[in-house]
């Protein structure tokens, strides 16, 4: 028998097979800013406010739960593929009253592995090839890669930044304009993805706003996608509207939550989506071929935190939390005579960086030099002052990267411990790298 030809070439072994062209899309094969600013690629001591999770335990009571969920039997095997019934049940209590309506546990509620695999799933399910999807940037960077895992076509519209010369500019100062999302409107668009509180900005949208954006969507009968995984998260009194609460908007719009971010939780992967029958049904049956169903241990404990935070005064407590670890990097931003957006809503803090000028020889490496003047900043911050963050221009297609360009984004989803030692680095070193 002939040999195989593929045994008779001589060339590398490390390739026979060649991978999908899938991966070719959606930046999926591009060094993504993770890998670039990841702690492996920075000083040992560096302090990573890049990566947006937490550095500290989940509430006590949740971790309890989990724990206790590992010793029952039926919690260590597979779920109902639509979530564990006492998490839907949770759910239904706490997403009722906020979406005025009575939540069938059935029909109208899915758990998900984290808000990604539910979003992938949306995608599976509702997108035909060259379906065009609209997003406003800067963008969360997983959604690039889900849409066109799925055949879909991004469309981008971006958020314009507060006026230079505002001085203490908020977030909701980051706007929209609705004819630019008009235009980008066209007879492939399927769907909006709406980001409220908004992850880099700290963006909670406007009920006006986002009466304007459902006005499109009705005018052009387009499914809405909000992602609304920071809910729990808004601050200084800012009300966190729901885009599915206004009128005829509960029939086209999904809403994606993440136990993940309420509890901070970020690696059980456990996530839901709320919506009509006509979108979560599809939606079910995408997920159920993805993955099956959410690993059950951790549904039971995010089912036992949303029992008890309520009552526990839980998500206040966490908000004014979140508020003090804002603070103290406001605080010395302001000391530094950095221009920030003042975030109004999740844990992200978009610093100006335009006064920040590095030394010319820096010697920057490879990576980074080919990128947008962002990463270079973000990279000089990281390895001389020893705090690390994400170039914003990431957010952005490379043909609106020049308006993500000037900023880099702080989390403060970090202990106060480690957030006084950032500041305390940020005021000792980089004073002398800005020019005022
Ligand atoms: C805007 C946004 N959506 C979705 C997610 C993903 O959430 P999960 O961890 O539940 O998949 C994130 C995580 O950073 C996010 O920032």
Not at 232 to 255: K, N, S
Request: aromatic share 12%; glycine share 6%; hydrophobic share 40%.
């Amino acid at each position: 028998m002939a040999a195989p030809s593929y045994l008779l070439t001589n060339g590398p072994r490390d390739a026979l097979v060649p991978f999908s062209s899938r991966l070719k899309e959606g930046r999926a094969l591009a060094e993504d800013v993770w890998s670039i600013y990841n702690v492996a690629n920075l000083p040992a001591d560096c302090i990573n406010l890049g990566q947006g999770y937490m550095n500290f335990l989940p509430p006590k009571w949740v971790t309890e739960a989990a724990s206790k969920a590992l010793l029952g039997v039926t919690e260590n095997h597979y779920s109902h593929p639509k979530g564990r019934m006492r998490l839907r049940q949770a759910l239904k209590s706490m997403y009722s009253p906020l979406f005025n309506r009575d939540l069938d546990v059935e029909s109208e509620i899915l758990v998900t592995s984290g808000a990604n695999e539910g979003q992938y799933s949306v995608f599976t399910a509702f997108l035909e090839q060259g379906d065009e999807v609209i997003m406003f940037e800067p963008f969360f960077d997983q959604y690039l890669p889900s849409i066109t895992f799925n055949g879909g076509t991004p469309v981008y519209v971006p958020l314009h930044p507060p006026k230079a010369d505002v001085k203490k500019p908020t977030s909701n100062q980051w706007t929209i304009d609705l004819a630019e999302l008009r235009a980008a409107i066209t007879p492939r668009t399927k769907m909006i993805i709406v980001n409220t509180p908004h992850n880099p900005v700290g963006k909670v949208f406007s009920r006006q706003e986002l009466e304007g954006i459902a006005a499109l969507a009705e005018e052009f009968n387009l499914l809405v996608m909000s992602d609304e995984v920071y809910e729990t998260l808004t601050f200084d009194g800012e009300e966190h509207v729901r885009i599915a609460t206004l009128p005829g908007m509960w029939d086209r719009t999904v809403t994606v939550g993440s136990a993940g971010k309420q509890f901070a939780a970020t690696g059980w992967r456990v996530g839901w989506l709320i919506g009509p029958a006509s979108i979560i049904r599809p939606t079910l049956a995408a997920t159920t071929r993805i993955v099956f169903c959410t690993n059950s241990p951790l549904q039971e404990a995010a089912a036992a935190g949303i029992e008890e935070a309520e009552k526990r005064g839980y998500y206040a407590q966490q908000r004014a939390e979140y508020t003090e670890r804002r603070k103290i990097l406001t605080d010395v931003f302001d000391a530094l005579g950095l221009t920030y957006s003042l975030p109004l809503g999740s844990y992200f803090i978009l610093v100006d960086i335009r006064k920040v000028q590095f030394p010319d020889d820096f010697p920057f490496p490879p990576s980074v030099l080919g990128r947008a003047r962002d990463f270079r900043v973000a990279w000089f911050i990281a390895t001389e002052i020893g705090v690390s963050s994400i170039p914003v221009s990431e957010f952005y297609c490379e043909e609106h990267a020049s308006i993500g360009e000037a900023f880099i984004r702080f989390s403060f989803c970090k202990d106060h411990e480690t957030l006084h030692r950032a500041a305390e680095r940020l005021q000792q070193k980089l004073e002398k790298y800005i020019v005022q």
